[in-house]
Structures are given as structure tokens and as C-alpha cells.
């Protein structure tokens, strides 16, 4: 036990001497500089590795974005080829347009833009007077200048390095139409008359002017006749639309002397008649009567007789053969229209003065209320044939007629110039 722990003492080292010392330090000091380089030549390729790294990344990122302008520039290009193409596709519209004329939405296309020079994907904006028009509406011209705006614009969408861009090609234009009315008003219900001397004429009696835009027109009269006087006078009637369109046509008024009665066949006819019994000439003096108070303006039968008459001979002047129910209907209410003017007072007072709620009114004296005018349109229809109804007669009220066309009863206002549907605009 003792000697093996004897053993296991560590014997002492051995000292190196002088040379042996030396030689180790040479060794030691060679490995350390083979250490040296090695670490200085790992360090140089991580150097080197990450200037690599660096720069290829430099390199990259220039070239992405070299890459990203360059495209970006190209779809810039292809954006403004774009813009004036549309641009180009705008019409300088030189000519003038009629007053009146009515175009849709497909004409200002038409007109004011050649669509070859558009592809599908455009979408179009039309502003008139800056509101704004739609498919499927229509515009009057109705002004002597109309500004009309263009705007043409379209999503643009492109790609980059798998990068999504859009953006939006918009192009407008104003062009503004010259709007003229060249054509004149139209004058209706010219023709010569003749009249005896000491007798009433009404120069404006059955003469009526109107334009195609503008409806009714006042017409003016110039010229007098003396009807006390015999002679040819020569009478003028112009009519004047909203645009200073003026047309005048003249006529003929003969003033001629009264006929003279022979007095040999009066006293043969007075002896005649004096030899008929006094039967006959009590039946004679009572038909005379009532021819005479037939037609006396001072009862409402006098002048309803006189309504009659004169529907009569307004048919039998507008109404021609062939013509369909519906081309009769609206003869009758552009009749009217044309040829009555409105009567705006209506109290109890001006009716009494005028009869402005009778057929008479419309029909003889050329001025009434709806009343007067319905009653006139009935006699009219009844002497053309024609089925109507007088809507909201006797009442305090908007008045006006339906007519039965192809079956169904149709609306007819010739105050306002309508006829057609079969519920009138006032109608809740």
C-alpha cells in the first residue's frame, strides 16, 4: 500500500537546459506567425466575400430601379400617346344647328366625336349647359349658343416587377354650337273678303300665326277700312317669333255698295203675300221669329246655334279624307291652339261680358277659358265624328277633353297643345 502510493508520486520535471529553451521558442514563435497568416488570409476572403455581397447588392438594387424608371417612363410615353389620340378624337363642330332641333344622345356622339380614335374601354361624360345628359335623352335647342362639354377619360393599368399600378387617362373638351332660326312663322287663315257698306268686320277674325318651336304667335295687324266708305282696301298681317323671324302676308277687303231693292217686285211680293190667309202668314211671321232668335247673340241658344255653324265649317275645312281619328283629334286641338287665345280673367263679371266659358267664346269671338274651349273641341269632334268627354265640366277647375282613338280615350288639352296618354299632367 505504502509503495504503491510511493508510485504514484509525480516525479519531478526535468528542467530544460539553455538550448533546449531556445529551440522552443523558435518553435513557438514559427507556429504563432503560421497562426497569423492564416487568420489574416481568412480574414481577407470574408472581406472580400462580404465586399461581393455588397456590391452585387448595390448593382441589384441600382438596376431595379434603373429598370423601374425606364418602364415607368415607357408607360408615361404610352399614357400621353394615349391623352392625344382621345384628344384627337374630339370634332370641332363648325356648322349651324336650326332652332328647335332636337338631338339625342347618340347625335352629340355622332356630331362631336369620331370613335375610331376610341377604343372600348373609354368611358364618355356629355354635359350640356352643365347638366349632364344621359343615354336614352334627348336635348332641344333652344338657345342661340349651347355649350356643350366632353369628357373622355379610362382606368390605365400596368405592371412592373410584379407590381400592380393603375392610374387615370382623362381628356376633356367644350365646344360651343351657334344655334339659329331661319325659319318664319306661319300664317294661317289669309284669304280676301268682301262686305257691304255700313257692315262689321273683325280683321283678325279666323287668322291665326304660329311657330314650329315657339307655338302660337300674336299677330299684328296694319291697315283700316272705312266701311262706310266703297273701295278695296289692302290689309297687312305679320307675326314675329321669339328670334325677330317675322313673316306678313297681305289681303283684300272690298267694301261694296248695299244691293238695291226693285220696288215693283217688293209690291209684288207684298201683294202675294197679302193674298195668303191669315193662317199662313201667322205661320210665316212665327217661323221668321224663330229663324231670327235662332242665331241672336243675346241668348245662350242664339250662340250655341252660331258654335254649331262654326264647327261645322272649321271641320269641313281641316278634316280631309283619309285621314285617321288620331290625325283628326290633333287637327282639331292644333286648331284651337292655334286660333283661340286664353282668357285669363274668368270671374262671373268677364264671362257675362264675353261668354268666355261657351263653345261661342273659342269658336266666334277667338278668346275663351278651358271651359269655353272644351265645349268648342266637343262640337268640333261631333262634327268630325269623333267620341269625346268634357273632364271636370261644371267644376271650379283645370278643364279639359278625352278622345276615343283606337278604343281608348286619350287626353286632349288645347290650351297647352296636347294630345295623347290617357292621364292628363294636373291628374294627382
Known amino acids: 500500500m505504502n509503495k504503491s502510493k510511493k508510485d504514484n508520486k509525480k516525479k519531478p520535471k526535468k528542467e530544460l537546459n539553455q538550448e533546449d529553451k531556445k529551440n522552443f521558442k523558435a518553435d513557438t514563435k514559427v507556429i504563432n506567425q503560421e497562426i497569423s497568416k492564416k487568420k489574416t488570409i481568412v480574414l481577407k476572403i470574408i472581406f472580400y466575400i462580404f465586399l461581393i455581397i455588397i456590391l452585387f447588392t448595390a448593382s441589384s438594387l441600382t438596376f431595379c430601379y434603373c429598370y423601374i424608371r425606364k418602364s415607368k417612363e415607357i408607360k408615361n410615353s404610352e399614357i400621353t400617346l394615349l391623352k392625344e389620340q382621345y384628344q384627337e378624337a374630339f370634332i370641332d363642330y363648325q356648322e349651324k344647328i336650326e332652332y328647335g332641333t332636337t338631338w339625342n344622345y347618340e347625335d352629340f356622339l355622332t356630331n362631336l366625336i369620331d370613335s375610331k380614335k376610341l377604343d372600348s374601354s373609354v368611358n364618355l361624360n356629355l354635359e350640356i349647359n352643365s347638366e349632364k345628359l344621359i343615354k336614352d335623352s334627348s336635348y332641344k335647342f333652344m338657345n342661340s349658343k349651347e355649350t356643350v362639354k366632353i369628357t373622355i377619360n379610362r382606368d390605365y393599368q400596368y405592371q412592373i416587377l410584379n407590381k400592380n399600378y393603375q392610374t387615370n387617362i382623362e381628356v376633356e373638351k367644350t365646344i360651343d354650337l351657334t344655334i339659329e332660326d ?80 226693285n220696288s215693283q217686285s217688293k209690291n209684288n211680293n207684298t201683294s202675294s203675300s197679302n193674298s195668303n190667309n191669315t193662317s199662313n202668314s201667322n205661320t210665316n211671321s212665327n217661323t221668321n221669329t224663330n229663324t231670327s232668335s235662332k242665331n241672336d247673340t243675346s241668348t245662350k241658344d242664339g250662340r250655341l246655334n252660331l258654335a254649331k255653324a262654326e264647327a261645322k265649317r272649321v271641320v269641313s275645312n281641316i278634316i280631309k279624307p283619309g285621314m285617321s281619328d288620331y290625325e283628326k283629334a290633333y287637327a282639331i286641338m292644333m286648331y284651337i291652339f292655334q286660333s283661340v287665345e ?32 272644351c265645349k268648342a273641341i266637343t262640337l268640333l269632334c261631333d262634327a268630325a265624328g269623333l267620341k269625346s268627354q268634357h273632364i271636370n265640366k261644371d267644376l271650379w277647375t283645370h278643364q279639359w277633353n278625352k278622345v276615343l282613338i283606337d278604343g281608348k280615350w286619350v287626353v286632349l288639352d288645347s290650351q297647352i297643345g296636347l294630345l295623347g296618354g290617357d292621364k292628363h299632367p294636373f291628374e294627382d
Open 182 to 261: 331661319t325659319k318664319l312663322p306661319t300664317i294661317t287663315g289669309i284669304s280676301d273678303k268682301e262686305i257691304t257698306v255700313g257692315s262689321a268686320i273683325d280683321l283678325k277674325s279666323g287668322i291665326s300665326a304660329s311657330d314650329e318651336v315657339d307655338g302660337e304667335l300674336e299677330i299684328v295687324i296694319e291697315g283700316e277700312v272705312d266701311t262706310n266708305k266703297v273701295g278695296v282696301y289692302t290689309i297687312k298681317v305679320s307675326a314675329t317669333d321669339k328670334n325677330n323671324n317675322t313673316k306678313t302676308e297681305e289681303f283684300k277687303v272690298t267694301v261694296k255698295e248695299k244691293p238695291k231693292v
Open 342 to 373: 286664353v282668357q285669363h280673367n274668368q270671374s262671373t263679371e268677364a264671362y257675362k261680358t264675353n261668354f268666355g266659358n261657351e263653345a261661342y267664346a273659342a269658336l266666334i269671338l277667338k278668346i275663351a277659358a278651358c271651359s269655353g274651349r
